[in-house]
C-alpha cells in the first residue's frame, strides 16, 4: 500500500462526508414527500375549485378567504360553530374524566397492596391489547336500552371509568419513578392518603398530566367511530362526522370548503403539538403508544 | 402500616368499569354471537342459534373476502410501517444536527393521520386527476388508476397507514438512545461497516421494542376502520372491505346483531391469537436484557 497516511485520511474524512451528505439528503427527501400533502392542503384552501387539481404546486393563484366562509357556514342548516362547540362538549369531559381517573386508579396501583392486586394488574395490561372490536356492540345495546344514545354519555363513560389502560399505563410508570420516602414522610406528619396524593404526586406528576391531557385532547378530538355509531342527528354531530357529511355525495365535492374545513379541523393538533412537543414525545417513549 | 382497604377504594372505579364496560361486553357478545338477535324486527325475542351464525360467516363470501383484505392489508402495514419507522430511527440517531426539526416533520402524520381530515385529503389525492397522478405526470409517467383498481385501492390504504410511522419511530428512538455508543466504536474498530453494525448491534438489542411495536401495530392493522370508510369505501370488488368495516355494517346498517356479533368473535379470535403466538415466540428472538421477563 503506498497510500500516504495524510491522503488515508483525507480519504476518510470525504468518505464520513458523503456519508453525513447522504444521510442528510434521504432524511429531506422523507420529510419534503411526507409533509407535502399537508403543505399543499394549506394552499388548496385557498384555490379555486378549478384550480385546484390542474397543479401540483402548493402556492394558490391569489389569497381567497371565501372558501372558508362557504364552507363554515355550508349549504345546511347548521354551521361549523355548533359542529365545534359539540365536539367541545364531550372532549373537555371526557380530558377532565381520563385525567382524574387515571390518575386515581394507578395512585391505587402503584403505592399500595390490596387482595388480588396481582391478578387485576395483569387484567389492566390485558385490556391494552384487547381488540375493542368486540366489546362494540353490547356497549351499543347497552347504552341503547338506558336512552343514551344521540348523547355523549357513550363517548365519555370509558374515561369516567379508567377503561383505556394507556393513561392508567402511563401514570402508573410515572408514580413509580418518584421515591416513596416522600409519601412516608408525609405519612409520619399525619398526612392521609389522598393528602399525600393531592399535595406531594400530583405536583410531582404534572408534566405526565400534561401528556395525558394532550393525547386525550388529539385522541377523541378526531375520534370517529365513536360518534359514528352513537351520535345519528345532525344537530349534534361532532366535526369529524361534519366532515365526512361533506364529502358524502362524490360527484360535485366542492373541494376547497371541504379542504378549509379539514384544515381548521387539524389545527388545534397541529398547535397543541408545536406549543407542547415534549411532552408528546415523553408520553411516546414513557409508555409505547397506539396509533 | 397502610391498610388494605385503602388501595381498593382508589381501583374501585377501574373495577367497576372492567366489570360493566369490558368483560360484561364481551361475553355479552359471544351470548349475542349465538343467536338471531336483531333489531330490525322490533318485539321479537332473539332466538338461540347455536353455531349457526358462524357457520354461515364461513358461507359468507363476503366475510371471507373481508377477512383476507384484513390479512393483505395487516401483512404489508405493519412490516413495512415498522420497518420504515426503525430505517428512519437508525438514521436520526446518528449525531445529526437538525434531529429536532426531522423528528417533528416525521411525527406530524402521526398526530394527524386519525382524522377524517386526513381521509378526505387521502381521497382527493388519489383520485385519476389527483395530486398524486399529476405529480406522476410531471415526470412523464402514466396516471395510475388508484381507487377503481383493487391492488390501488389497497395501496392507497396501506401508504396511509405506514405514512403514520411516527409514533413506532419515536419509540424505536428511544431504545436507540439506550445502546452503549462504545459496543459501535468497538465494533467499527474491528471494521464492521454500518449495516453489519444494524444488524449485529442494534437490531438484537432493540428486539423487546420491536415486539411491543409489533404487538401494538398488529392490534390496529387489524381492526382499521377510518381508512377504508372515509378513503376508500369498499373498493372495488370489496378489495378494501376490511372485517372491522363489514362488521360495523351489519351490526349498525342492517342491525342483525347476532350475525355481526359473530363476525366481531371471529375477528377477536385472530386478533388474540396471533397476539398470543407473538407473545409465544418472545423466547425465539427477544433479547431483555435483565435476562427475561416483562
Known amino acids: 500500500m503506498e497510500v500516504t497516511p495524510s491522503l488515508a485520511e483525507k480519504r476518510k474524512a470525504q468518505k464520513q462526508k458523503v456519508q453525513v451528505f447522504v444521510r442528510y439528503f434521504i432524511l429531506t427527501i422523507v420529510a419534503i414527500i411526507m409533509l407535502y400533502p399537508i403543505i399543499w392542503l394549506v394552499g388548496a384552501t385557498f384555490k379555486s375549485n378549478s384550480e385546484i387539481f390542474t397543479s401540483i404546486g402548493f402556492i394558490p393563484k391569489k389569497i ?35 385525567v382524574v381517573s387515571a390518575t386515581i386508579t394507578a395512585y391505587g396501583f402503584a403505592r399500595f397492596d390490596f387482595p388480588l392486586k396481582k391478578i387485576m394488574f395483569s387484567l389492566l395490561m390485558a385490556t391494552m391489547f384487547l381488540p375493542q372490536v368486540v366489546t362494540r356492540i353490547p356497549l351499543y345495546l347497552f347504552w341503547k336500552d338506558l336512552n343514551m344514545l344521540d348523547t355523549y354519555v357513550p363517548l365519555i363513560a370509558n374515561s369516567v371509568f379508567a377503561q383505556e389502560p394507556f393513561f392508567v399505563f402511563m401514570m402508573i410508570q410515572f408514580l413509580r419513578s418518584i421515591p416513596r420516602d416522600l409519601d412516608e414522610a408525609a405519612t409520619v406528619d399525619g398526612c392521609s392518603s389522598f393528602g399525600i396524593l393531592w399535595r406531594i404526586l400530583v405536583p410531582a406528576v404534572k408534566p405526565a398530566l400534561l401528556s395525558c391531557v394532550i393525547f386525550q385532547f388529539v385522541w377523541s378530538f378526531s375520534d370517529f367511530l365513536g360518534p359514528l355509531i352513537y351520535i345519528t342527528s345532525q344537530e349534534n354531530y361532532p366535526v369529524s362526522l361534519a366532515l365526512k357529511l361533506n364529502v358524502d355525495p362524490s360527484t360535485n365535492t366542492p373541494w376547497n370548503q371541504v379542504f378549509a374545513m379539514s384544515l381548521i379541523s387539524l389545527l388545534p393538533a397541529i398547535i397543541l403539538f408545536f406549543s407542547a412537543q415534549k411532552y408528546f414525545v415523553e408520553g411516546v417513549t414513557s409508555s409505547g403508544i397506539k396509533g | 402500616m397502610k391498610k388494605k382497604k385503602t388501595g381498593l377504594i382508589y381501583v374501585t372505579p377501574w373495577i367497576i368499569g372492567f366489570l360493566v364496560l369490558t368483560i360484561w361486553p364481551i361475553l355479552a357478545s359471544f351470548y349475542y354471537s349465538l343467536t338471531d338477535y336483531s333489531l330490525a324486527r322490533v318485539g321479537q325475542t332473539p332466538d338461540f342459534l347455536g353455531i349457526l351464525n358462524y357457520i354461515n360467516l364461513f358461507k359468507d363470501n363476503t366475510f371471507i373476502q373481508s377477512l383476507k383484505a384484513t390479512l393483505t ?110 459496543l459501535y466504536e468497538s465494533s ?103 435476562g427475561g421477563g416483562k
Open chain 2, 73 to 182: 392489508y395487516t401483512v404489508f402495514t405493519v412490516p413495512l410501517q415498522l420497518g420504515f419507522a426503525l430505517f428512519v430511527a437508525f438514521i436520526l440517531n446518528f449525531k445529526l444536527k437538525a434531529i429536532g426539526f426531522f423528528r417533528t416533520a416525521y411525527y406530524i402524520p402521526s398526530i394527524l393521520g386519525g382524522n377524517v381530515a386526513v381521509g378526505v385529503l387521502w381521497r382527493s389525492m388519489f383520485q385519476p386527476e389527483g395530486l398524486v397522478n399529476t405529480f406522476l405526470g410531471t415526470f412523464g409517467l402514466q396516471p395510475i388508476e388508484w381507487l377503481s383498481t383493487p391492488a390501488g385501492a389497497m395501496t392507497v390504504l396501506v401508504i396511509l397507514k405506514v405514512w403514520q410511522f411516527g409514533s413506532s419511530m419515536l419509540i424505536f428512538l428511544a431504545a436507540l438512545k439506550d445502546i452503549p455508543q462504545d
Open chain 1, 64 to 98: 381567497d378567504f371565501q372558501a372558508y366562509i362557504d364552507g363554515w357556514n355550508t349549504k345546511g342548516n347548521y354551521t361549523f360553530t355548533l359542529y365545534f362547540i359539540n365536539t367541545f362538549k364531550y372532549v373537555i369531559p371526557k380530558i377532565g374524566f381520563t
Open chain 2, 188 to 290: 467499527s474498530l474491528d471494521g464492521a461497516s454500518k449495516f453489519t453494525q444494524f444488524c449485529k448491534i442494534t437490531v438484537p438489542l432493540i428486539t423487546p421494542t420491536i415486539f411491543f411495536n409489533l404487538v401494538m401495530q398488529l392490534n390496529n392493522a387489524f381492526q382499521e376502520f377510518n381508512g377504508p370508510y372515509i378513503v376508500t369505501r369498499k373498493g372495488p370488488l370489496n378489495s378494501t372491505y376490511l372485517a372491522s368495516m363489514f362488521i360495523y355494517d351489519k351490526a349498525f346498517k342492517e342491525f342483525d346483531m347476532g350475525y355481526a356479533s359473530a363476525a366481531s368473535w371471529v375477528l377477536f379470535i385472530i386478533i388474540v391469537c396471533s397476539t398470543m403466538i407473538l407473545f409465544a415466540s418472545q423466547k425465539k428472538w427477544v433479547y431483555y436484557s435483565d
